[in-house]
DNA sequence: CTGAAAGCGCTTACAG
DNA sequence: CTGAAAGCGCTTACAG
């Protein structure tokens, strides 16, 4: 079924079909309505693709994703393609599973003649070489919450930094003085920059940092180092997790170790996760605003150009019942 | 940066590029060598639009998903995405929110030629009538882990109804007798299966089911369920609940209300989400085989046609800590 | 506003 | 094995 077959049933030129389908074509609405008609009859839509060929753009946006171990992924991913349909846009979705070079699945997608691509967070760090210029070649490409230092590529991040250092102040606000930093993937400019953020809050004020032991974005690496932390007598009373599932770690390994909270030690995450709000928890925590960070990516890749690198979003402070003390 | 260039750089005709471009073309390999040489200096790629074009196959597969509340579907997706790749598909992504009809969204897929239609459930029970033969139209459809009843849709599913009996046969095992159902979306496959199974077993076995309040597959209905049920007095010993992230909410109510899992109460689940695994809950459960169903519904769509519909995979009985007695 | 025609970048008979 | 040519289903100057 084809754009002739239409113009056939219609009794117009091929033409006029595809103008029928063109906003804004210079075409009467008689004979959009005939063509409109005739397509409704002959249950007509037009070729996408052959549309792509000659227009030179597909409307197709790389979407390249790692392991969803962490919701904060998911929920993401489903909101860019949603944001994404919404600009007319379509989603390719390609998997990266960390072994192989990003480069590599950004190339296949490549041969979809796609308009840009948005890689959510894996282990980059790995990687970093091959993700230079070469790698945006025509298309831009948009780091969401990561950033690669030393590269030129578009960026769209929570300001994680300064999330670090609200992190020491509230904890320090509830009268915690003896604070550990529970870490997810070091290699990553999330976990980095929240570190610093904290660690220079606290040196700042002079608080020495416990401990930052460092690992993964996972709940069982949240409880973990928990448990370490006390087998090594180091009983902190007052954590900042890398994130939010690696808090409820934390929370889940104080709840066996006997330690309550937020009366004997405080607790705060980063992300938030629809999980941490559970009764269960009621984990406090920073929360990455989600919608405007993916408007903005939006923004960043397909609007006027701006600042070609990191965009900042301040996270929100989501007050429940982790920390101790009266809500700043 | 076409074949045509490509073809001038390697002195040989366009065909011969594209033939160096196409396994198992007729082609000497000193030809091959050349053209791929003179397309790694000039950084071609063939264009997959083109392609697909002139060959009418896309190669693109429509994932189209709804909400992803439930950390089972971001699994499986991604898991779905990565089996497409491996056969060499593209996975166009796209979301339905329920409010549209999923006939939209498959139109609109259908315009960029898709091979195939992979739909995750959402709410899917709305829109039956709409969800006919003419949607099939041209392209396979198959419904990832719900069944519609009176539609002729590829499907691959968990044996829910097994999976429903076996959750009674074991919660009787543990001695409980005052069983309750924690249902999820009362309108879905999955939650009538599993309704229909348990159910079953227990009128055979001559056990009155207590209750089976159903709302949505969701960690704070399990939760609420539960709660109501003991406010209503019913105080069940046994509780089978529709999914995973239900039975969370179910063992977090039971927590508040001071009731000991297993030894008041045995919980069982279904789905074999990461998180019932964490020491806070240790969910027995019963696991859908993801790996499988995946392979699964490859085959249904593109391997040689088989049964049109139904296919089921028999769940596989995770063993943990919340079911007393022996394990079977 | 409308139609005939060129052309997007490929694949694939066809002839050699 | 190789090249010239037709054609996939569209969009878009171009002329009317």
């Not at 967070?121 to 025509?138: A, I, N, Y």
Request: hydrophobic share 40%; glycine share 10%.
């Amino acid at each position: 079924m084809t754009s002739l077959d239409v113009s056939r049933e219609a009794g117009v030129s091929q033409s006029a079909v595809s103008r029928a389908f063109t906003p804004g074509a210079h075409i009467s609405p008689d004979t959009r309505r005939r063509v409109l008609d005739a397509a409704e009859r002959l249950g007509y839509q037009p070729n996408a693709i052959a549309r792509s060929l000659v227009t030179q753009r597909s409307g197709i946006v790389a979407l390249i994703v790692g392991e969803l171990h962490n919701p904060f992924y998911p929920q993401a991913l489903s909101q860019m393609a949603q944001a994404l349909e919404a600009r007319g846009k379509r989603a390719l979705l390609l998997t990266h599973d960390g072994r192989r070079d990003v480069q590599e699945t950004l190339d296949a997608a490549r041969s979809y003649q796609i308009e840009a691509a948005v890689v959510f967070p894996t282990r980059l760090s790995s990687t970093p070489p091959s993700l230079g210029d070469p790698l945006t070649d025509g298309v831009p490409v948009l780091l969401f919450n990561r950033q690669l230092p030393g590269h030129d590529l578009l960026s769209v991040s929570c300001d994680n930094h300064a999330g670090g250092r609200l992190a020491a102040q509230l904890l320090y606000g509830s009268g915690a003085r003896r604070l550990a930093f529970v870490g997810g993937d070091p290699d990553t400019s999330t976990h980095q920059d929240r570190l610093r953020g904290f660690a220079g809050w606290l040196a700042e004020a002079g608080v020495e940092l416990l401990a930052a032991p460092a690992r993964a974005f996972q709940y069982d690496w949240g409880m973990q180092a928990t448990l370490d932390l006390h087998t090594a007598g180091l009983r902190p009373d007052g954590i900042f997790a890398a994130n939010d599932i690696v808090a409820l770690g934390v929370l889940d390994a104080l709840r066996v170790l006997g330690r309550r909270v937020p009366d004997d030690v405080s607790v705060i995450g980063f992300d938030g996760i629809p999980e941490g709000a559970r009764a269960a928890y009621r984990l406090t925590t920073i929360r990455q605003p989600l919608d405007l960070m993916i408007e903005d990516a939006l923004e960043a890749l397909f609007g006027p150009p701006g600042p070609a690198t990191g965009r900042l979003h301040p996270g929100e402070l989501v007050w429940r019942g982790t920390v101790g003390g009266a809500q700043p």
